[in-house]
């Protein structure tokens, strides 16, 4: 017998340990386009939430009542609940596949930008800490200690000066 050369990991019900294979998001689909979202996350949010609905009913109703809380009721937020949806099922699963954990986290991601309700962009930022008089030294220090919470707190990604690229013109 010849070893499958198509890598596959499991993903595993947090509740009770059910494991589902699925194979690798890193392996693309023949004839896909570019940029084109991966059907395979659809089929396995169902696959899962199946298994939710069968086996957790109390889970599988809070993934639906998370959805509809992001809607608040109105009919224009369908793509909204679908990630709601989707995120609320694939985290309630445990993924060895990191492609898998990415997309559950930059779904998370979407939706944290989407739902938050406070920013500070660095203009507030400066003006805050100028009110606080202190001399320029410690005024330089608290400002750069506020953008690192700020941008932990906000998950904002930030690029190491020395990574990076610029792109030719």
Same mark, same amino acid.
């Given at each position: 017998?010849t070893?499958d ?27 896909q ?24 009913? !109390?889970?599988?109703?809070g ?6 809380? @992001? ?5 224009? +937020?369908? =793509? &909204? ?39 500070l962009?660095d ?8 009110r606080? !008089? ?7 220090k608290?400002?750069? @200690? ?5 941008? +932990?707190? =906000? &998950? ?14």
């Amino acid at each position: 017998m010849t070893p499958d050369p198509i890598q596959r990991f499991t993903s595993s019900c947090r509740h009770c340990g059910h494991k589902f294979k699925h194979i690798s998001f890193a392996v693309p689909i023949v004839g896909q386009e570019p940029g084109k979202p991966d059907s395979r996350v659809s089929e396995l949010v169902k696959v899962f939430a199946a298994h939710l609905h069968r086996k957790h009913s !109390e889970e599988y109703a809070g993934a639906g009542i998370a959805a509809q809380q @992001l809607s608040n009721g109105t009919t224009g +937020f369908w =793509m &909204e609940q679908k990630l709601m949806f989707g995120l609320a099922v694939l985290v309630r699963f445990e993924h060895e596949d990191p492609i898998l954990r990415m997309i559950v986290d930059a779904t998370r991601l979407v939706l944290h930008r989407m739902t938050r309700r406070a920013t500070l962009d660095d203009a507030t930022l400066l003006d805050r800490v100028a009110r606080l !008089e202190l001399s320029n030294g410690d005024q330089a220090k608290v400002v750069e @200690l506020c953008k690192s919470l700020r941008d +932990f707190l =906000m &998950e904002t990604p930030q690029v190491p000066q020395n990574q990076i690229v610029e792109t030719p013109q």
